[in-house]
């Protein structure tokens, strides 16, 4: 009769302490990418948390660093009509801050990922030099890269950004062979050599023995995509989602309003609204199979969209004043040396002259001031 009460009492405490552990967990917020990169906090760190003050005085610290980097408006918006510039205040920061403690608390790095830098975009009558990354690519990624050595500086067991490069999962739509998409990729690898603190998982780094090749990784993603009537649905139940596709479609606009593009458009017998919504499909085809990959790393979402709520994902500027992603422009340096980038059209060439230098041997084009 004891042994049955203890095996009683036992099972009470078991359930008490999932219980506890259960709520404790729903208070915590999960780590995530695009929705794409999520892995709950541990439960066990939080009482830790709580008794060293020291940790949250860190913790807040980074989040600060991180607060000035943030996106406050729309870029997507912004990139498409300039007039929607409105400026916007995220939330999260507690559940941001609470991450940050997660890690701090057992001296772990602070690693972030993003999806971006997929390929040069396609219009180089508009918007760019060529298909290979070039000036902007590498300000963008010193922008970056400055973020990280601050947090550095006041957390010596370090933070660290990763980049997954997405281009392959869409770029034939766009009319891009593989091999641009290659080129692309190990030229942004040849740009971080001297920044440490910043990685990319390329395309290539996706290939595995099932998917031994670009092409094959790309039939993945498109298993993993909603097929066309699911995502007809999404966008009927999905205000976000229809909100952000018609965004897209306007962006789409500007990438094919060019001879290329609309060669492109009149040999695949295809329009701006098929194409915009197949690039949607398949992007968010690649945020579950990343998922997936990489969906038991503990890291820190970021994105090079504006986040409204930075406790499940915050929207990073990829520099300090543009709206423009640097793969879809080009860099210009002022007289005062202070620079932006911009569209290729929108540069007057009687006061600027296209040049460049070297970075890690790579040429890197940009505009100049006369």
């Not at 504006?306 to 860099?331: A, R």
């Amino acid at each position: 009769m004891k042994n049955k009460t203890r095996v009683h009492e036992k099972h009470l405490l078991e359930n008490k302490n999932t219980l506890n552990t259960s709520i404790i967990r729903l208070s915590l917020i999960s780590l995530s990418l695009s929705s794409n990169f999520s892995l709950p906090l541990q439960s066990s760190v939080l009482p830790v948390v709580q008794k060293n003050p020291n940790h949250q005085k860190l913790a807040q610290k980074i989040c600060k660093i991180l607060k000035e980097y943030q996106l406050t408006c729309d870029i997507d918006h912004c990139s498409a009509d300039p007039t929607k510039s409105e400026e916007m205040v995220p939330i999260g920061y507690e559940e941001l801050e609470l991450q940050i403690l997660a890690l701090i608390t057992k001296n772990l790095p602070i690693k972030m990922r993003m999806v971006g830098f997929p390929f040069k975009s396609t219009n180089q009558a508009n918007k760019v030099i060529s298909d290979t990354p070039d000036m902007a690519e590498r300000y963008s990624l010193e922008y970056l890269h400055s973020l990280l050595k601050r947090i550095n500086q006041v957390y010596p067991t370090g933070a660290h950004l990763t980049i997954v490069s997405d281009g392959c999962a869409f770029s034939d739509i766009l009319g891009l062979t593989d091999e641009q998409v290659t080129c692309y990729e190990q030229a942004l690898k040849q740009l971080l050599e001297d920044l440490p603190h910043i990685s990319v998982i390329t395309s290539q780094d996706l290939i595995t023995s099932e998917a031994n090749s670009l092409k094959a990784v790309r039939e993945v993603v498109i298993r993993y995509s909603l097929s066309d009537s699911e995502f007809e649905k999404k966008i009927k139940s999905d205000s976000k989602i229809k909100d952000d596709l018609v965004v897209l479609i306007k962006r789409i606009e500007k990438e094919l309003g060019c001879p290329s593009g609309q060669e492109l458009l009149r040999t695949r017998g295809q329009n701006i609204d098929t194409v915009s919504k197949l690039i949607f499909q398949r992007s968010l085809g690649f945020g579950v199979f990343i998922k997936e990959k990489y969906g038991s790393q503990k890291v820190i979402s970021v994105s090079v969209h504006y986040q409204p709520n930075v406790g499940k994902k915050i929207g990073i500027k990829l520099s300090p004043t543009s709206f423009i992603t640097p793969w879809h422009g080009v860099l210009v340096v002022e007289k005062d040396g202070t620079s932006k980038i911009v569209h290729k059209q929108d540069i007057d060439s009687s006061a600027y002259r296209q040049t460049g230098k070297f970075v890690n041997r790579y040429w890197c084009p940009f505009y100049q001031a006369n």
